[in-house]
């Protein structure tokens, strides 16, 4: 029996992937999209392996996107507690008269 590519294995990795520079280069808050979506990929590709193991390759790329995908959820969480920092101080000045022009 000729085993097949893992559907959702490539998705999952490319997700992960993704999501991990989105957060570092772009997007932030925003690439926890694309980690959602790589978890979501990876647990199908799971479930249909656990489902018949040797019928499927590509194991490794839903191990790999899941852990990317973990890790670019991490990392736009922080990079939106930083945005709620950054707008909040901005607020915190604007609303003290720290701006105001009187000097």
């Known amino acids: 029996m000729e085993q097949q590519s893992l ?8 997700m992960g992937i993704i999501s991990v520079v989105g957060a570092l280069v772009c997007c932030g808050p925003f690439a ?3 980690s959602i979506i790589g978890l ?3 647990s199908k590709a799971e479930r249909m392996y656990k ?5 499927y390759t590509g194991f490794e790329s839903v191990k790999t996107g899941r852990i990317l995908s ?3 959820l991490g990392l736009s969480l922080v990079m939106l507690v ?9 607020a915190a000045f ?3 008269g720290a701006f105001d022009g009187n000097y």
Do not use: E, M
Not at 7 to 14: D, I, W
């Open 7 to 14: 559907p959702g294995a490539s998705t999952a990795l490319t």
């Open 32 to 34: 926890a999209i694309f």
């Open 40 to 42: 979501n990929s990876a």
């Open 51 to 55: 489902a018949n193991p040797g019928a």
């Open 70 to 72: 973990y890790i670019g």
């Open 82 to 90: 930083f945005v709620i920092l950054y707008f909040g101080a901005i």
């Open 94 to 96: 604007i609303g003290s």
